[in-house]
């Protein structure tokens, strides 16, 4: 354990060279700099040494237990809510995958242990109070028991004005990007069958690559011209927002989620930073 | 309360003409639909029922409590999380304002009440354990009482090995969209100070507005060329990270935040859907 927990954290839960251990008291604020010079070397037991003293400054509740919110690291859907106590943190930290504390069966569970739908840790997170941790991680697959992506798919004011058709029930929890995506592919879905009246705007692109296509090059050349007229930002912020719709129908024709495009976001940053990528790129 | 709480999400929190009631025991599933015939008009006092059934079917712990994890709408950022007993979540669905119960002063508090800064509720969900509940939100200004975008501005990793650098503290949990602007951000600033060596490719981007620009235009039709030549899918997820990074590198030098851009998207949605708007336009 006190090998594998260091390579949890993607890039910085590496131990240096000069194997420091200062987190002690000085964690809350940023006095740490101050400390290094009384750093120590060789830190096998230095770093389970670390992590206690990170367990030590949580503030567990009466029962032992914090709150642990496991979070897509790409989309930002939050795919569940347990607790923890300071074995399931310890076990995350050195497993990489969330692991919780079931306070009905009073033993730790790794999500996915049975399902084989873990999700992978990429980031740690806790709260000012201290109280309250984010596990930001990739999920293999859907993280509910239901087979639902998340555990939230039950919308409160379905519940107290149930929808008018069985197909728009079971909405699961999306920001704006994601409730978008799902509007467009929904329209998709509806291309199959029996249209009636005029298509929308949407269903029009989707059955119209050219139209599609010259949309997507029009609105990022219109997205260019604020930035050469210097038009204001209000500008800025709408012709963006027409680039990211449409481009999103084009993903939408070709069954690319915008998770992939930001999975692939995320591996570029990775390696060395997208700017330096790119540059090695741009030299040839 | 009566009154007010119908309006509490956006578009479905109304009652209908046929003041329908029929939560009861069907709200797990999708029996509702089969009681409508037995739906009862003249609502005010069913408004009331309906949300004390909703009430009741929370799975409340020990102490009365569930947990309540605040969500920004548009950026899906974690803003906060607390505890809600049924009178916390009675008021948030009334006043459209995160409301939450403190454990330690045993009493409601809205976020927001002393800081103005509250938490504007579009959507609720609530887990499959019935348990843990998302409010989906617009926060008027930062949540954390330390002036932070959000609580979680702890990184776990950072506690164990703290940064090289002052600069590098203090990381919010972002997902991977706003962890890209961030670092986009932080070349742009990086710009102000003396240079070393050659510049990245984003500082590059950000130095020329014309290559930007060029780079943009460029990236959305190789993106519209992977649907003309029907190339395959990782192509169209790569180029259409090429179009999100360059457009943002020009968001960056137009201080428009992503935020902004998708709160356009929303609002676009919540007047009569974005298609049946972009018809309107485009037939004049």
Chains 1, 2 share one sequence.
């Not at 999306?174 to 009636?196: D, F, M, V």
Request: net charge neutral.
């Amino acid at each position: 354990m006190a090998v594998s927990y260091i390579h949890c954290v993607q890039y910085s839960w590496k131990v240096s060279s000069r194997g420091r251990v200062s987190v002690s008291s000085s964690v809350y604020g940023g006095n740490h700099l101050k400390n290094r010079s009384a750093c120590v070397v060789f830190a096998s037991n230095n770093k389970i040494d670390k992590v206690e003293t990170l367990l030590d400054s949580v503030k567990w509740d009466d029962k032992g237990l914090a709150v642990a919110i496991a979070q897509n690291v790409d989309t930002g859907a939050i795919l569940m809510q347990g607790f923890v106590n300071r074995d399931a943190v310890a076990k995350t930290i050195s497993s990489r995958k969330a692991t919780f504390y079931s306070r009905s069966r009073s033993t730790l569970w790794t999500k996915g242990e049975t399902s084989m739908n873990f999700i992978n840790i990429h980031d740690i997170f806790i709260d000012c109070d201290r109280d309250s941790i984010i596990y930001l991680g990739k999920p293999d697959g859907p993280t509910c028991h239901t087979g639902a992506e998340t555990c939230y798919y039950t919308r409160v004011s379905d519940l107290l004005e149930p929808p008018e058709t069985e197909t728009q029930g079971d909405k699961l929890a999306e920001t704006t990007l994601y409730s978008l995506e799902s509007t467009i592919s929904q329209r998709k879905a509806e291309l199959e069958l029996p249209q009636n009246g005029k298509p929308s705007w949407t269903k029009r692109l989707l059955l119209n690559s050219d139209l599609l296509c010259s949309k997507v090059r029009e609105e990022a050349d219109e997205l260019c011209r604020t930035l050469e007229e210097n038009e204001d930002k209000s500008r800025t912020a709408s012709e963006m927002a027409d680039v990211l719709y449409h481009a999103m129908v084009l993903l939408a024709l070709k069954d690319v989620k915008m998770e992939d495009v930001l999975q692939v976001l995320r591996k570029r940053f990775s390696q060395s930073g997208i700017e330096e990528k790119k540059i090695r790129v741009s030299q040839g």
